[in-house]
Structure formats: C-alpha cells, structure tokens
C-alpha cells in the first residue's frame, strides 16, 4: 500500500471518527424524545458502559500494564481531577444541552471550546489576540448570536437551559482537553480514558440513581444505549485515533469537525429536528471559527 492510499484511509478512519461522534449525540437525542430519559440517567450509564469497554480493551492489549497509572500516587490524583473535573463535566453538560435542544445545536455549541481555549492562553501568556485570533474569536460570538436570537436582540430561539447547557459543554470541553496533559501520552487512552470514565460514571450513579428513573425499555432504547456506548465510544476513539496515527493531528482536527455536521445532518433525516437559515447561519459561523483557528496555529 503506498502512501497515498494509506492517507486516504487514514482520512477516512478520522471522518467516521467524526461521524460516530455526531451519531452518539442523535442517539441521545432519540432516547430524550420517546424513550424517558434524561441527560442524568444517560451519562451515568454511558460513562459506566464506555468505561468497563475501554478498560476491557486495555487489559486485552496490555494485560497487567494496564494497570500502571495506579503505581503513581500523583498519576491517580490526576487521573480522579481528570475525571470528575474533565470527563464529567464535558459530558453531562453536553447531554443537557441535546435534552433541551437538539443534537446539532448542541455539538455546534460545544465547538466553541477551541476560542474558550485561545482566550485562555491569551490570559495565560499575557498578550492579547492576533488579528486573525480576534477575527475568530468575533466571528464566534455573531455565530452564538445568530443561534440563540436569530438576529432578534430581544428574543431567545434557544431556551435558556439549551443556551447555558451549550456554553457549558464548550467550557467543559476546554477542561477536558486541558486537565489530562501528558497522561494521555504515558499512559495510553484505554487507562486514562478507561478508568476515568469509569470513577466518574460510578460518582454520577451515586449521585442520580438511574436505576430509579423510569425509562421505557425496548430495542429501541437498546439499540440507541449501545449507540451512546459503543459506537460513540469505542468505535469514534479507536478510528479516530487511528486515522490520526497516519495523517497527523492537523488534517485530524480538521476531520474532526464532521461531528457536529454529521450531528445537524443525523438529526435532520433521523429525528426530523426543524432547522431554520438563520440556525444554519449560526452553524457555519462557529465551524468557521474552529477551521480558522486550525488552520492559523497550523502555520503559526
């Protein structure tokens, strides 16, 4: 195979990486719609099945050195910050705002998290933004503007709930790629990721008790629970990852924003979700930033 096929599929790999992703959200959306349940009741099942599954697949890998990051008192600290502070607060938010909007609108949202970042490295390295990081950084607030008003400066079309839901996923996505630092690198995603989701899945059960909600079980809601698990878990991770392996993070992080596409186009066809010019507007807007900002620190 030569090296023009390999990025070929390296390509694909990351896209559907993406797509999983956006799939996983539409499933939630399904389950909030028709099936009774609620962000709460979701993400602890999520993080519990999608943490035992990652772990399974570290030890299958690795067999007892999937147990390394525990040798490290201050790796553990880390790892439990990582996921109470990182993982939960990406996740729980994230669901929130697909309950009380819409898939699209909410994955949209949350790729605000990149301009979240960039002002925070702003503070960080006291300097203020480059005319391109102020282009993006403008262009992402006219996008949420456009989304939540539609122009209408004194009428929100998203709920207030949806709205701060959405901003808080965004702010939940910047920890979530912040708190981890070289973990990642050390010790690979199926520990990190495994035993994170896992602690953070065991704490939100306690604190929900979703065996008390009352869902309706069927294959649908089976079917849409595995989705949420297993296709927007392992499958999105271990394709995109891959695909990264060939390509490199840069193409990959392009890539990557078939998520939130692929959640608005998902949820168009699958779940008939109405939206209007002025929410496509909004969309394109934000994705533009994120392309932007790729972009400019590719070259910067």
Known sequence: MNQGERNRIGSLMTIAGGICWGF????????????????????????????????AVGFIRSGKG????????????????????????????????????????????????????????????????????ALAIVLCLAGTFILGTHGNFRELTLTPKALFFGLLAAFGAVLYNMIPGDLMRRYGVCQVLGFGMLLAGVVMSAAVRPWSYEVIWDAGTVLALMGVTVIGTAAAFGLYLAGVAIIGP????????????SAVIISFFWLKTAFTPMDILGFLMILGTVLLLTVYQSRT
């Not at 990406?90 to 979240?116: D, E, H, K, R």
């Open 24 to 55: 996983s959200g539409c499933c939630g959306q399904y389950l909030f719609q028709g099936k009774g349940a609620t962000a709460a009741w979701l993400v602890a099942l999520r993080l519990l099945g999608a943490g035992v599954l990652l772990m």
């Open 250 to 261: 840069f193409k990959g992080s392009l890539f990557a924003s078939m998520e939130p596409v």
């Open 66 to 133: 999937n147990l390394k990051i525990f040798r490290s008192r201050r790796d553990v600290i880390h790892l439990v910050v990582f996921a109470l502070a990182g993982i939960l607060m990406a996740q729980y938010p994230y669901f929130a705002a697909i309950q009380y909007s819409n898939a699209g609108t909410a994955t949209v949202l949350q790729y605000m998290f990149p301009v979240f970042i960039l002002l925070i490295l702003c503070v960080q390295d006291r300097r203020l933004p480059s005319k391109v990081e």
